[in-house]
């Protein structure tokens, strides 16, 4: 039995709710009892990820991995040159941990 997120336009109270596919979505806040629920997909799904655009596998492969290298490349650069940096003969930690 799937979670379904739900949240209020009107009051922005968010909740989940188990229900079977077939159940009809909810409409009723439960909280302010205005027909401005709408119901989000939940992440067990696998099908959204929030926020960015990369939605699909086939994404994955190509453009997703250009994102991640982009993002992850000057990070491991930079920390690895640190690492090579020091303890040999740098002048970082004096020469402390040799
Ligand atoms: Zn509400």
């Known amino acids: 039995m799937p979670t379904y997120e739900y949240h209020c336009d009107s009051c922005q109270h ?4 188990f229900q ?11 909280k302010c009892q205005k ?9 067990g799904s696998a099908v959204v990820f929030r926020g960015s655009g990369f939605y699909q596998t086939d994404y994955r492969s190509d453009a997703y991995k250009k994102a991640a290298k982009a ?5 491991t650069e ?7 940096a020091c303890c040999s003969g740098c002048s970082g930690c004096g ?3 040799e």
């Open 14 to 17: 968010d909740f989940e709710e």
């Open 35 to 43: 027909n401005k629920l709408r119901r989000l997909i939940s992440g």
């Open 78 to 84: 930079s920390a690895a040159s640190k690492q090579s």
């Open 20 to 30: 079977y596919i077939k159940d009809e979505p909810l409409k009723k806040c439960p």
């Open 71 to 75: 993002e992850t490349a000057p990070k």
């Open 95 to 97: 020469g402390a941990k």
